[in-house]
Each structure stands twice: as C-alpha cells, then as structure tokens.
C-alpha cells in the first residue's frame, strides 16, 4: 500500500470511504489493475483494504475542496463517494461534479427518499435499501408491494 505522495493520477478512480464497501471496490478495482485513491477521515479504516492493494491512500475530510485538490480530483475518470453519510455523499458528489467537471460521479444513497437531490445533478447513485428490495422481489417472484 503506497501512502499518498505526488504522482500522477491521470485516469483514476478516487473512492470516498475506505468502509467495508470502500475498501472491497479500492481492493477490487487495483487488484485488476485499475489506478485508485482511497480518502477517508480515519488513518485506521485503511487496515480494511486487501493487503495487495496497491492504490494510494489519502487522510483527510473529502468535503474538503483542500483534499480532493490533494488528491488531484481534476484528473480522476471517476470519483464515488460511498461514506455512510449521504450529507457527505452529496457534497462530495456535487463538488466532484459541479467544480471540478468530473462526468462519472456515484454516490451511495443510505435513505432513497434523498435521490432527488442526486438525480438533480446528474449524478448516479447507488442504493443499498433499493437494491435489497429488488433482489428479495426477484427471489421471491412477485413485487414486494403485493406483499
């Protein structure tokens, strides 16, 4: 795992949250040779990524525009914000999107009452609740509203 340091990040994907979803995608994502920086507040949530990651990780509050500038935002391909915060999702996205023009932008969304917010900003989201909801639908083989 490199610490984070200057260099070049054209291309990549910056992952917001090293959670356990943050760390399965940034582990994945290198594991198959894809260019990764993993932000997260806390040094510790870094212990969760495979130990053959071999991304660049980034200490630091992603709602600040301090660190994505750190992170080199301008020249990600993609940046996804999966904290377990929508609040944060939805800033880190809407800046991602609207300040630095990043065209793919994904978001996890914990409450899908919110997806309007995204959907406005023309950003793609991700919703665990929703994605729960349709896979018990199609295990089951009818519409969960009829249940």
């Known amino acids: 795992m490199k610490l984070f340091s200057s ?4 291309g990549c994907t910056i992952i917001i949250g090293c959670g356990r979803l943050g760390a399965n995608l940034a582990s994945t994502l290198s594991d198959s040779g894809g260019s990764t920086i993993i932000i997260d507040k806390n040094p510790d949530a870094f212990r969760k990524l495979s130990p053959s990651y071999g991304g660049i990780v980034l200490t630091g509050d992603a709602t600040e525009m301090s660190v994505l500038e750190s992170a080199e935002i301008e020249k990600a391909a993609a940046v996804i914000s999966v904290t377990n915060n ?15 023009n990043i065209e793919r932008v994904i978001a996890r969304l914990l409450d899908p009452e919110c997806e309007y917010v995204y959907r406005e900003f023309d950003i793609d989201t991700i919703c665990p609740a929703v ?17």
Request: charge should be negative; glycine fraction near 2%.
């Open 7 to 10: 260099i070049k990040n054209e």
């Open 86 to 100: 929508d609040n944060t999702n939805i800033m880190v996205a809407q800046l991602a999107k609207e300040m630095y």
């Open 131 to 147: 994605l729960s909801a349709k896979e018990i639908d199609k295990l089951l083989g009818v519409s969960v509203a009829e249940v």
